[in-house]
């Protein structure tokens, strides 16, 4: 069975620049990427405030130089997802893809997070038909078309005005009368005039003709119900953490993220360490991941240590 010092769980900018930190203080990790390589970034264009570029960076360079950082440092990057672990006695044991374990003498948990659903079958029987929730990935198929972005946050904003710069019209479903936005996002949604904002307003269905996506139709709060007509439904309501494999092992919040303690990655197990968006629901930044996966690494440099001089 394969033994490594450090394993990674995780190929977003938190699992990255643990890899970084921790080939560089010759913990040799192993790094798993999992079902999304390169992690929720990928799935935007530009990152615009990710300190050391001007300009903006796509996305996807970033995350590749992220692992070509890594790689250059020794780390062992690897396609493949967890899909069992035991944590409960040292080494940690994880299984990869249904088949290989390997014994993991400290674990880095860096597995991110996902967009939610609203849960309506209306939604997942047009998944792949006009329901999507990354309009980075999907937009491109709605040039000059119609479009809904349902949610208030940043995440929606910023795909609605994505879409916006594509589609003829972008209707937003926001369930309040006030954005949870940042003031800077709301500004521009209020200064795009193809995005129409439909506010107090909840998805009841998603319409469509067997195939594809045709409308939606809405339920305000004042107890009206009407459709629009739509060829896309796109989602933007949050996040849940990738965290339920550990669920049996770590202690979680009420929401599902990992809890860390204080100012580290440590979690309830000692060895184990978190980092990004699976510990985090408050920043959600690639940055701040990206500083947690630092903080992951040198905890776990530090957990070996001090193992040895017991
Ligand atoms: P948020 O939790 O900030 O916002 C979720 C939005 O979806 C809210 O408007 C919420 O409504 C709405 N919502 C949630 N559940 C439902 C539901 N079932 N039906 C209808 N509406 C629903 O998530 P985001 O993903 O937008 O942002 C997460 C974090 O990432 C934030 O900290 C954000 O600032 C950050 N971010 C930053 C970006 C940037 O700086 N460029 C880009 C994207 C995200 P309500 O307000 O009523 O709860």
């Avoid at 957990?303 to 001089?309: E, F, R, S, T």
Wanted: hydrophobic share 40%.
């Amino acid at each position: 069975m394969e033994r490594t010092k450090c394993l990674i769980l995780g190929g977003g900018p938190a699992g990255f620049t643990a890899a970084i930190y921790a080939s560089r203080a010759n913990l040799s990790p192993i790094l798993y990427e999992g079902i999304q390589p390169g992690g929720q970034l990928t799935t935007t264009t530009i990152v615009e405030n990710f300190p050391g570029f001007p300009g903006g960076v796509d996305a996807n360079t970033l995350m590749e130089s992220m692992r070509a950082q890594a790689k250059s440092f020794g780390a062992d990057v690897r396609q493949g997802t967890a899909t069992a672990v035991d944590l409960g006695k040292r080494p940690f044991k994880v299984t990869i893809d249904a088949e290989t374990v390997i014994e993991a003498e400290t674990l880095i948990v860096a597995t991110g997070a996902q967009a939610n659903y609203l849960g309506l079958p209306s939604e997942e029987k047009y998944k792949g038909g006009g329901v999507s929730a990354c309009a980075t990935c999907d937009g491109f198929f709605y040039r000059k078309r119609t479009v809904a972005v349902v949610g208030g946050g940043d995440t929606a904003c910023e795909e609605a005005l994505y879409l916006a710069s594509l589609a003829k019209k972008v209707y937003m479903i926001v369930r309040r009368d006030v954005f949870r936005a940042s003031k800077a996002m709301q500004e521009k949604v209020f200064a795009t005039p193809n995005i129409e904002v439909l506010w107090n307003c909840i998805a009841q269905e998603v319409l469509g003709d067997g195939m594809a996506v045709t409308g939606a139709r809405l339920l305000r709060k004042d107890g009206t119900v009407f459709d629009i007509q739509i060829d896309g439904f796109f989602l933007g309501i949050g996040h849940t953490p990738a965290s339920a494999l550990f669920a049996p092992w770590l202690t979680l919040d009420g929401n599902g993220y990992i809890v860390t303690e204080g100012k580290s990655a440590a979690t309830s197990v000692p060895g184990v360490f978190a980092a990004g968006d699976v510990q985090d629901s408050r920043y959600r930044q690639a940055i701040t991941a990206a500083a947690s996966g630092c903080m992951a690494a040198q905890d776990a440099e530090k957990y070996l240590i001090a193992q040895q001089n017991n």
